[in-house]
Nanobody, 124 residues
Framework: QVQLVESGGGLVQAGGSLRLSCAAS????????MAWVRQAPGKEREFVAY????????YYADSVQGRFTISRDRAKNTMYLQMNSLKTEDTGTYYC?????????????????WGQGTQVTVSS
């Protein structure tokens, strides 16, 4: 298993920016893809972004394409989500997850390792 700890959430006005971090430990960080997933109050979790084990390939939900950037730093065992031009609908708890079984981004719901989440609140 891998332990994941998110940080960087907070309260920001619409149009602002935040950078989330996900620190990984307990497993070889560079061997698996990772994802960011969010959950708004009263709604189901939804996919936000995915990055391949190499960092070469990235994928985004249509709702965040062009505004969010996912990246990873192997030396620091950390994944990031840079969020720009934030909207009120981006409000939610953001989770990072590790694709230890190489399911790929479409099976993010099956990922076995999840962090505890970090809250992002975007005010109007």
């Amino acid at each position: 298993q891998v332990q994941l700890v998110e940080s960087g959430g907070g309260l920001v006005q619409a149009g602002g920016s935040l950078r989330l971090s996900c620190a990984a430990s307990g497993h070889t960080f560079s061997r698996y893809g990772m994802a960011w997933v969010r959950q708004a109050p009263g709604k189901e979790r939804e996919f936000v972004a995915y990055i391949s084990w190499s960092g070469v390939s990235t994928y985004y939900a249509d709702s965040v394409q062009g505004r969010f950037t996912i990246s990873r730093d192997r030396a620091k065992n950390t994944m990031y989500l840079q969020m720009n031009s934030l909207k009120t609908e981006d409000t939610g708890t953001y989770y990072c997850a590790a694709d230890l079984s190489a399911y790929g981004r479409r099976r993010w719901r099956d990922f076995s390792s999840w962090g505890q989440g970090t809250q992002v609140t975007v005010s109007s």
